[in-house]
């Protein structure tokens, strides 16, 4: 299983960007994707969460600004960042478990990608 993100950079406060991920090589049909992050100092932290069935979660400080989506027959998930901040200045992870229960664990997630910088200046 391989997922490969792609869509960083560095933006202004206020703009959007979305990040990608394409995943390969996973053959269940349940599943469970998520996008972490990880700013320098600080621990991971999941942002969002999306599920076979398209139940999606997301922690309080992104929500109304984050969407995780998903395009099944691409094996592609999504992170569209609006009203960006510089505190969502972080490495941005792509992972996904098994089955579609909803964690925010990153133990929980037996798959990962590289990770793409994302970079907010005020």
């Known amino acids: 299983v391989q997922l490969v993100e792609s869509g960083g950079g560095s933006v202004q406060a206020g703009e959007s960007l979305t990040l990608s991920c394409v995943v390969s090589?996973?053959?269940?049909?349940?599943?469970?994707m998520a996008w972490f992050r990880q700013a320098p100092g600080q621990e991971r932290e999941e942002v969002a969460t999306?599920?076979?069935?398209?139940?999606?979660t997301y922690i309080e400080s992104v929500k109304g600004r984050f969407t995780i989506s998903q395009e099944k027959d691409k094996k592609m998930v999504y992170l569209q960042m609006d009203s960006i901040q510089p505190e969502d200045t972080a490495m941005y992870y792509c992972?996904?478990?098994?089955?579609?229960?909803?964690?925010?664990?990153?133990?929980?997630?037996?798959?990962w990608g590289q990770g793409i910088q994302v970079t907010v200046s005020s």
């Open positions: 992972a996904a478990r098994v089955g579609v229960q909803h964690s925010f664990r990153g133990e929980d997630f037996k798959y």
């Open positions: 090589g996973y053959t269940k049909n349940r599943y469970c």
């Open positions: 999306i599920d076979s069935d398209d139940v999606a």
